[in-house]
Antibody, heavy 121, light 108 residues
Framework: QVQLVQSGAEVKKPGASVKVSCKASGYTFTNYYIHWVRQAPGQGLEWMGI????????TYAQKFQGRVTMTRDTSTSTVYMELSSLRSEDTAVYYC??????????????WGQGTLVTVSS | SYELTQPPSVSVSPGQTARITCSGD??????AYWYQQKPGQAPVVVIY???ERPSGIPERFSGSSSGTTVTLTISGVQAEDEADYYCQSTYSSGTYVIFGGGTKLTVL
């Protein structure tokens, strides 16, 4: 079955960077976009951006431009999301999510299990 | 900036019908999607492309669209349906993703 498995929880100091991984299985990795969405404690969902695993092209939400980098490794079917210059407001659960279809890529099914990133001094 | 507006909360008794709305100017031109999120879990899509239901989602979940408003309807609500529900769409010709603020469904 289609599965996205994310790396484990991280604790970072303000100003540091974090890199979260998302390993895909159960489908052809290069056929579906992967998105990153985050959720601060007790808050709603916030889209961060998208990567096309086929060519590596990316689109980032304006809020994260300049601070986020999404990459992929086709040999291991893994995508990565790196967020730099961390601040306390970046404390959140970070999800990767596969596009729901090859034709319409801007919805999400399935989602990874989430990775808690805590930013604290 | 573009927004999707949902009511913060909806309450219904078991067996009744719950309707959760989502409003946004681009909704007549872009598809809407609905996600269910239970505490401590990742979201799960319950409706895609305004009104399509993924396999494995109960038939009591349905979606509809009218103008700038889309609606998630849950008929014969069950206790297990208590969750947060988020609508999602795109804007700027489908380049960017936006979520509604979420609606907490309480089953009384």
């Amino acid at each position: 079955q289609v599965q996205l498995v994310q790396s484990g929880a991280e604790v970072k100091k303000p100003g540091a960077s974090v890199k979260v991984s998302c390993k895909a299985s159960g489908y052809t990795f290069t056929n579906y976009y992967i998105h990153w969405v985050r959720q601060a404690p007790g808050q709603g969902l916030e889209w961060m951006g998208i990567i096309n695993p086929s060519g590596g092209s990316t689109t980032y939400a304006q809020k994260f431009q300049g601070r986020v980098t999404m990459t992929r490794d086709t040999s291991t079917s893994t995508v990565y999301m790196e967020l730099s210059s961390l601040r306390s407001e970046d404390t959140a659960v970070y999800y990767c999510a596969r596009a729901g279809s090859m034709v319409i890529g801007y919805w999400f099914d399935p989602w990874g299990q989430g990775t808690l990133v805590t930013v604290s001094s | 900036s573009y927004e999707l507006t949902q009511p913060p909360s909806v309450s219904v008794s078991p067996g009744q019908t719950a309707r959760i709305t989502c409003s946004g100017d681009a909704l007549p031109k872009q598809y809407a999607y609905w996600y269910q999120q239970k505490p401590g879990q990742a979201p799960v899509v319950v409706i895609y492309k305004d009104s399509e239901r993924p396999s494995g989602i109960p038939e009591r979940f349905s979606g509809s669209s009218s103008g700038t408003t889309v609606t998630l309807t849950i008929s014969g609500v069950q206790a297990e349906d208590e969750a947060d529900y988020y609508c999602q769409s795109t804007y700027s010709s489908g380049t960017y993703v936006i979520f509604g603020g979420g609606t907490k469904l309480t089953v009384l």
